[in-house]
Protein backbone atom coordinates (compact mmCIF):
# COMPACT_ATOMS: atom_id res chain seq x y z
CA UNK A 1 0.00 0.00 0.00
CA UNK A 2 1.50 3.46 -1.34
CA UNK A 3 2.09 6.50 1.75
CA UNK A 4 0.23 9.16 1.53
CA UNK A 5 2.53 12.51 0.72
CA UNK A 6 4.11 13.67 4.11
CA UNK A 7 3.19 17.17 2.70
CA UNK A 8 0.91 18.22 5.44
CA UNK A 9 3.44 17.33 8.48
CA UNK A 10 5.87 19.07 6.38
CA UNK A 11 3.51 22.20 5.70
CA UNK A 12 2.73 22.28 9.75
CA UNK A 13 6.93 21.88 10.35
CA UNK A 14 7.43 25.12 8.19
CA UNK A 15 4.55 27.25 9.75
CA UNK A 16 5.43 26.06 13.06
CA UNK A 17 9.29 27.16 12.18
CA UNK A 18 8.20 30.68 10.86
CA UNK A 19 6.30 31.45 13.56
CA UNK A 20 8.56 30.76 16.33
CA UNK A 21 11.01 32.71 14.32
CA UNK A 22 8.51 35.78 14.26
CA UNK A 23 8.04 35.06 18.60
CA UNK A 24 11.72 35.31 18.79
CA UNK A 25 11.97 38.47 16.82
CA UNK A 26 9.31 40.19 19.29
CA UNK A 27 10.93 38.82 21.93
CA UNK A 28 14.70 40.01 21.27
CA UNK A 29 12.76 43.61 20.33
CA UNK A 30 10.88 44.27 23.62
CA UNK A 31 14.05 42.75 25.42
CA UNK A 32 16.19 45.00 23.84
CA UNK A 33 13.41 48.02 24.76
CA UNK A 34 13.30 47.40 28.39
CA UNK A 35 16.93 47.74 28.60
CA UNK A 36 17.18 50.86 26.44
CA UNK A 37 14.32 52.09 28.99
CA UNK A 38 16.52 51.20 32.06
CA UNK A 39 20.18 51.60 31.20
CA UNK A 40 20.30 53.63 28.09
CA UNK A 41 20.45 52.46 24.70
CA UNK A 42 24.60 53.74 23.75
CA UNK A 43 26.69 51.10 25.42
CA UNK A 44 24.54 48.45 25.12
CA UNK A 45 25.63 44.96 23.44
CA UNK A 46 23.62 42.26 21.42
CA UNK A 47 24.89 39.62 24.43
CA UNK A 48 23.17 42.18 26.55
CA UNK A 49 19.90 41.91 24.64
CA UNK A 50 20.40 37.97 24.07
CA UNK A 51 20.34 37.75 28.24
CA UNK A 52 17.39 39.85 28.90
CA UNK A 53 15.33 37.60 25.92
CA UNK A 54 16.48 34.47 27.82
CA UNK A 55 17.86 33.60 23.74
CA UNK A 56 21.70 32.61 22.73
CA UNK A 57 24.33 35.15 21.08
CA UNK A 58 23.72 33.28 17.68
CA UNK A 59 20.26 33.15 17.76
CA UNK A 60 19.96 36.97 18.26
CA UNK A 61 22.65 37.39 15.64
CA UNK A 62 20.61 35.02 12.95
CA UNK A 63 17.41 37.59 13.80
CA UNK A 64 19.50 40.67 14.22
CA UNK A 65 22.86 41.08 13.50
CA UNK A 66 23.30 44.39 14.36
CA UNK A 67 21.37 47.02 17.32
CA UNK A 68 20.48 49.02 14.09
CA UNK A 69 19.05 45.94 12.84
CA UNK A 70 17.09 45.58 16.15
CA UNK A 71 15.67 48.72 15.34
CA UNK A 72 14.56 48.29 12.00
CA UNK A 73 13.04 45.35 13.07
CA UNK A 74 10.72 47.48 15.64
CA UNK A 75 10.35 49.88 13.12
CA UNK A 76 8.87 47.28 10.64
CA UNK A 77 6.78 45.81 13.65
CA UNK A 78 5.05 48.81 14.51
CA UNK A 79 4.48 49.74 10.65
CA UNK A 80 2.59 46.08 10.98
CA UNK A 81 0.69 47.30 13.69
CA UNK A 82 -0.48 50.28 11.57
CA UNK A 83 -1.43 48.19 8.74
CA UNK A 84 -2.99 45.76 10.71
CA UNK A 85 -5.89 48.44 12.18
CA UNK A 86 -6.68 49.56 9.16
CA UNK A 87 -10.05 50.93 8.98
CA UNK A 88 -12.16 50.36 5.78
CA UNK A 89 -15.13 52.54 7.00
CA UNK A 90 -12.76 55.53 7.07
CA UNK A 91 -11.50 55.28 3.83
CA UNK A 92 -14.16 57.72 2.44
CA UNK A 93 -12.64 60.50 4.32
CA UNK A 94 -10.40 63.67 3.44
CA UNK A 95 -6.69 62.90 2.75
CA UNK A 96 -5.85 65.15 5.65
CA UNK A 97 -7.80 62.98 8.55
CA UNK A 98 -6.98 59.71 6.82
CA UNK A 99 -2.97 60.65 7.56
CA UNK A 100 -4.38 61.73 11.27
CA UNK A 101 -6.01 58.41 11.56
CA UNK A 102 -2.85 56.77 10.53
CA UNK A 103 -0.73 58.30 12.08
CA UNK A 104 -2.31 58.62 15.81
CA UNK A 105 -2.47 54.51 15.33
CA UNK A 106 1.17 54.51 15.09
CA UNK A 107 1.59 56.77 18.08
CA UNK A 108 -0.60 54.29 19.68
CA UNK A 109 1.84 51.30 18.72
CA UNK A 110 4.66 53.18 19.91
CA UNK A 111 3.02 54.43 23.46
CA UNK A 112 3.72 51.14 25.55
CA UNK A 113 7.63 51.50 24.97
CA UNK A 114 7.89 55.25 25.51
CA UNK A 115 10.42 55.05 27.89
CA UNK A 116 13.07 52.92 25.65
CA UNK A 117 12.20 55.33 22.55
CA UNK A 118 12.83 58.46 24.04
CA UNK A 119 16.15 57.05 25.30
CA UNK A 120 17.18 55.31 21.84
CA UNK A 121 16.15 58.45 20.12
CA UNK A 122 18.51 60.14 22.71
CA UNK A 123 21.64 58.08 21.95
CA UNK A 124 21.05 57.69 18.02
CA UNK A 125 20.96 61.58 18.11
CA UNK A 126 24.87 61.90 19.14
CA UNK A 127 25.87 59.03 16.34
CA UNK A 128 25.42 59.70 13.21
CA UNK A 129 26.15 56.38 11.42
CA UNK A 130 23.23 55.28 13.34
CA UNK A 131 21.03 58.96 12.43
CA UNK A 132 21.64 57.85 9.18
CA UNK A 133 20.32 53.99 9.13
CA UNK A 134 16.91 55.57 10.69
CA UNK A 135 16.60 58.37 8.51
CA UNK A 136 16.53 55.98 5.82
CA UNK A 137 14.02 53.73 8.29
CA UNK A 138 11.91 56.61 9.11
CA UNK A 139 11.30 56.90 4.61
CA UNK A 140 10.58 53.67 4.62
CA UNK A 141 7.81 54.11 7.59
CA UNK A 142 6.59 57.20 6.01
CA UNK A 143 6.16 55.68 2.50
CA UNK A 144 4.14 53.01 4.61
CA UNK A 145 1.85 55.66 6.14
CA UNK A 146 1.14 57.13 2.89
CA UNK A 147 -0.03 53.99 1.65
CA UNK A 148 -1.79 52.99 4.58
CA UNK A 149 -4.01 56.41 3.78
CA UNK A 150 -4.30 55.67 0.45
CA UNK A 151 -1.23 58.30 -0.80
CA UNK A 152 0.94 56.79 -3.54
CA UNK A 153 4.54 56.92 -2.46
CA UNK A 154 5.92 56.57 -5.64
CA UNK A 155 7.92 58.84 -8.09
CA UNK A 156 8.84 62.70 -7.47
CA UNK A 157 5.06 63.44 -5.81
CA UNK A 158 5.66 60.90 -3.88
CA UNK A 159 9.29 61.59 -2.21
CA UNK A 160 7.81 64.96 -1.84
CA UNK A 161 4.95 63.55 0.32
CA UNK A 162 7.16 61.30 2.09
CA UNK A 163 9.67 64.27 3.09
CA UNK A 164 6.63 66.24 4.09
CA UNK A 165 5.18 63.47 6.39
CA UNK A 166 8.13 62.86 7.66
CA UNK A 167 8.68 66.72 9.15
CA UNK A 168 5.25 66.47 10.15
CA UNK A 169 5.76 62.97 12.36
CA UNK A 170 9.31 64.13 13.74
CA UNK A 171 7.49 67.39 15.10
CA UNK A 172 4.22 65.19 16.58
CA UNK A 173 7.27 62.91 17.86
CA UNK A 174 8.72 65.41 19.85
CA UNK A 175 5.68 66.60 21.38
CA UNK A 176 4.74 63.07 22.11
CA UNK A 177 7.58 62.16 24.27
CA UNK A 178 6.26 64.69 26.87
CA UNK A 179 2.77 64.18 26.09
CA UNK A 180 1.75 62.59 29.72
CA UNK A 181 -2.14 63.01 29.07
CA UNK A 182 -3.83 59.21 28.93
CA UNK A 183 -5.81 59.71 25.84
CA UNK A 184 -2.42 62.09 24.33
CA UNK A 185 -4.54 65.28 23.89
CA UNK A 186 -1.31 67.07 23.20
CA UNK A 187 0.03 64.97 20.60
CA UNK A 188 -3.27 65.27 18.50
CA UNK A 189 -3.66 68.91 18.75
CA UNK A 190 0.32 69.26 17.37
CA UNK A 191 -0.41 66.83 15.29
CA UNK A 192 -3.81 68.45 13.85
CA UNK A 193 -2.20 71.42 13.57
CA UNK A 194 0.70 70.24 11.28
CA UNK A 195 -1.28 68.33 9.19
CA UNK A 196 -3.60 71.44 8.53
CA UNK A 197 -0.68 73.47 8.09
CA UNK A 198 0.17 71.22 5.46
CA UNK A 199 -3.09 70.71 3.98
CA UNK A 200 -3.08 74.76 3.67
CA UNK A 201 0.20 74.70 2.04
CA UNK A 202 -0.92 72.29 -1.19
CA UNK A 203 -4.23 74.32 -1.23
CA UNK A 204 -2.56 77.75 -1.54
CA UNK A 205 0.21 76.13 -4.35
CA UNK A 206 -2.80 74.44 -6.53
CA UNK A 207 -4.49 77.94 -6.21
CA UNK A 208 -0.93 79.44 -7.64
CA UNK A 209 -1.15 77.00 -10.12
CA UNK A 210 -4.46 77.29 -11.29
CA UNK A 211 -4.04 80.95 -11.66
CA UNK A 212 -0.65 81.07 -13.45
CA UNK A 213 -2.12 78.65 -16.23
CA UNK A 214 -1.94 80.53 -19.46
CA UNK A 215 -5.32 80.73 -21.24
CA UNK A 216 -4.27 78.01 -24.34
CA UNK A 217 -2.77 76.02 -21.69
CA UNK A 218 -6.50 75.27 -20.36
CA UNK A 219 -7.91 75.44 -23.80
CA UNK A 220 -5.39 72.46 -24.69
CA UNK A 221 -6.62 71.19 -21.32
CA UNK A 222 -10.08 70.99 -22.02
Known amino acids: ?13 RRTKADA ?47 QA ?3 GFSRLIDQEVLSGD ?5 DESARDRLFEVLM ?12 VSRILAAVSCDPFAALCGAKSLRRS ?9 LSASGCRGMLRVKGLSAIYLSSLKVWLKDESQDMAK ?36
Open 1 to 13: MAKKPATGSGGSK
Open 21 to 67: TVDHGRTVIEAALRLAASRGWRDLSLLDIADEAGLSLAEVYALYPSK
Open 70 to 72: VLG
Open 87 to 91: DVDGR
Open 105 to 116: RRFDALQPHRDG
Open 142 to 150: MATMLEAAG
Open 187 to 222: TMAALDKKLNQADGLVRRCQDIGSKSAKPEDAGQAA
